[in-house]
Nanobody
Framework: QVQLVESGGGLVQAGGSLRLSCAAS????????MGWFRQAPGKDREFVSL????????YYADSVKDRFTISRDTSKNTVYLQMNTLKPEDTAVYYC?????????????????WGQGTQVTVSS
């Protein structure tokens, strides 16, 4: 069982930065791939980024590539999403999730555990 708690969301102006954190409980955190998703009002939950269990592989949605960076600190059981050059269209609730799937987990159904989400609002 893995429990996930996101933090770091907030209100920021366009062009600004935020760093989201996702703290995980459970001794097996290091064996899970971790992903970030987001969901804007009236839209489906969409993939943002993922990092492999080892931290050696990462993947980004085209919409955030070169602006967002995912990382993990196994010693702290935490995964991060550094978001730079934020745009109004990045406004959404951001969720972290954990997966045992060893392939490219790009869909919500690939993930086993979810956090409660943190709101990110980017003003123009």
């Amino acid at each position: 069982q893995v429990q996930l708690v996101e933090s770091g969301g907030g209100l920021v102006q366009a062009g600004g930065s935020l760093r989201l954190s996702c703290a995980a409980s459970g001794r097996t955190f290091s064996s899970y791939g971790m992903g970030w998703f987001r969901q804007a009002p009236g839209k489906d939950r969409e993939f943002v980024s993922l990092i492999s269990w080892s931290g050696g592989s990462t993947y980004y949605a085209d919409s955030v590539k070169d602006r967002f960076t995912i990382s993990r600190d196994t010693s702290k059981n935490t995964v991060y999403l550094q978001m730079n050059t934020l745009k109004p269209e990045d406004t959404a609730v951001y969720y972290c999730a954990a997966t045992r799937y060893t392939g490219w987990a790009l869909k919500p159904y690939d993930y086993d555990y979810w956090g409660q989400g943190t709101q990110v609002t980017v003003s123009s």
